[in-house]
């Protein structure tokens, strides 16, 4: 029977939303998988909008998250707040800044993050019913507050986004590009993707054995 999994974007775009490479081949490998995907998105205004020529934010520019999730998506995407987590046998989210300022405020906030309303719930209501959460790039900065003290995660290797993740009562491991960080009593699979990768074949390889342990798993 194949597997169902809710694939939450933050958007469209590194800089402001759901880093592109990253989704596209969480969902090519969930297809290969012969999962059943739903994609989903909080229904909120991003954070910002940054010109992705310039790396520079635009003044006075707004974008709605679901909106540009749905870019990705090719506008197959779901309201977060609507979905049900019982449905689903497995939640990943995607990095890129939009999981750092869209979906929490760790870029500006670091350790004393807030999490998206709706999308924390989610995640929460999927863990309390033993669903599998894959988490990749910069979104395991989220494993405490979605998940509890004490749950094992990696963004990779850099020493101070590690320890600001430390902070927020999670217990990181360092993790190659093209390996996984699996934390079996929290059912959570996360991987450094674009945190380490130069490339996006050395990107799939991580992604890849994520979604493959998610699968496995659920």
């Known amino acids: 029977m194949s597997k169902k999994v809710a694939v939450v974007l933050a958007g469209c775009g590194v800089f402001d939303g759901a880093e592109i490479h990253e989704s ?8 290969q998988l012969d999962a059943e995907v739903t994609c989903l998105a909080p229904n909120v205004e991003q954070m910002h909008v940054v010109n992705h020529l310039s ?6 520019a707004t974008r709605n998250v679901l909106e540009e999730a749905a870019r990705i998506a090719r506008g197959d995407i779901q309201d977060i707040a609507s979905a049900n987590a019982a449905d689903f046998d497995a939640v990943i989210v995607p990095g890129g800044f939009g999981a750092a300022k869209n979906l929490c405020t760790f ?8 999490v998206n309303p709706d999308f924390s719930a989610f995640v929460q209501s999927a863990k309390s019913v033993g669903k599998t959460i894959g988490l990749m790039c910069i979104a395991p900065a989220m494993s405490a507050k979605l998940l509890g003290a004490g749950v094992c995660c990696t963004i990779g290797n850099d020493a101070d986004t590690a320890a600001a993740v430390e902070k927020t009562g999670a217990r990181h491991e360092n993790c190659a590009v093209d390996a996984i960080v699996y934390d079996e009593a929290n059912k959570l699979v996360s991987t450094p993707a674009y945190m380490l990768a130069g490339s996006i074949s050395e990107a799939a390889k991580g992604i890849n054995a994520l979604v493959d342990k998610v699968i496995e798993i659920s």
């Open 55 to 60: 790396g520079e934010p635009v003044e006075g």
């Open 107 to 114: 870029a500006v906030d670091g350790p004393e993050m807030a």
């Open 24 to 31: 596209v081949l969480t969902l090519l490998r969930l297809d």
